[in-house]
């Protein structure tokens, strides 16, 4: 099993609730979101919303990011635990956007340029340069995103926010319209990214169980209940406890196929 210990809070989502006109879309939405701490190992937090289609993943999301105002209750982030702000969470939507106009290695420029500190062009060639090596982008950045496949403007628009330096990353379904090995990729992208800072926290917005599963520590599952209107947190999902996060393999073990199906018939 592995050790590790939940510390500062990170992200309080307190009684969320959103209304149009008189539909209710969110109902008292509560969850709370932890450092996760490991002897020895850098790690940061990845985190899932599960629902299905419909259920209101998208509008949480951009509440989450400050983007548009719950008809009432809170988020608060950071270890001071202030409101949310527009750009103070990256933001990967469920269709993308690059400037179609400015080449890959200009998208990325923008955010470095977006950071909140003076980076020279010198220091800007040498992260970009570093990232696109790492994430197979190097022969790219010279072209402009509409010639690039769709897997590869997600890995460059998943960068773009990183270099923003925000250390919460909300991603709408960055699974969606992926091949399985394409998937696989993103995955590693990920992991990596939430591995490169402790306080790193990635928040991902899916209907892809399996794939999003695979990355979490944890889920929130958000669905309806019998007689009441407008979805809510129904269950977390601790895979640390379960023993399966943090495991490249776990998409093949049996408990974790059980757990998968367990929550496909919960939304
Ligand atoms: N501006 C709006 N005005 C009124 N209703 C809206 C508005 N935007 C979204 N909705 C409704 O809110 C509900 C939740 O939508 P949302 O986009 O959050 O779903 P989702 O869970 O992200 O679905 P998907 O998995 O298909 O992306 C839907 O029923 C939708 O019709
Ligand atoms: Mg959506």
Redesign the pocket.
């Known amino acids: 099993m592995n050790t590790y210990k939940k510390e500062g809070l990170l992200l309080k989502a307190t009684n969320i609730n959103l209304k149009?006109?008189t539909?209710q879309?969110l109902r008292d939405v509560n969850f709370e979101i932890f450092d996760v701490v490991r002897p020895n190992i850098l790690q940061g937090q990845v985190v899932s919303l599960i629902?299905?289609?419909?259920?209101?993943?998208?509008?949480?999301?951009?509440i989450l990011a400050g983007l548009i105002e719950p008809t009432s209750g809170t988020v608060t982030i950071g270890l001071d635990q202030k409101p949310v702000k527009p750009g103070e969470v990256g933001v990967i939507p469920?269709n993308y956007i690059l400037f179609n106009h400015r080449t890959i290695y200009n998208n990325l420029r923008i955010g470095l340029s977006n950071c909140g500190k003076p980076v020279s062009d010198k220091e800007a060639e040498d992260i970009i340069g570093n990232y696109a090596k790492k994430f197979e982008l190097q022969d790219h950045l010279k072209k402009f995103p509409a010639q690039l496949s769709g897997g590869q403007r997600q890995r460059v628009s998943i960068i773009q926010q990183v270099l923003t330096g925000n250390k919460f990353i909300l991603l709408?379904?960055p699974f969606s319209g992926l091949d399985p090995v394409m998937k696989d990729k993103v995955d590693e992208l990920l992991l990596q990214i939430s591995n490169m800072n402790e306080e790193n926290t990635l928040i991902i917005?899916?209907?892809d169980i399996i794939n999003t599963l695979a990355l979490s520590d944890t889920a929130f599952i958000?669905a309806g209940e019998k007689g009441k209107e407008g979805?809510t947190i129904t269950e977390v999902i601790d895979l640390m406890d379960l023993g399966f996060a943090w495991n490249p393999h776990i998409k093949a073990d049996h408990h974790f196929q059980d757990l998968v199906i367990d929550i496909k018939s919960k939304i």
Request: hydrophobic residues 30%; aromatic residues 8%; charged residues 30%.
């Open positions: 149009y006109d539909r879309i629902g299905r289609s419909g259920i209101g993943k998208t509008q949480l999301f951009r469920q709408d379904e917005v899916s209907h958000l979805a």
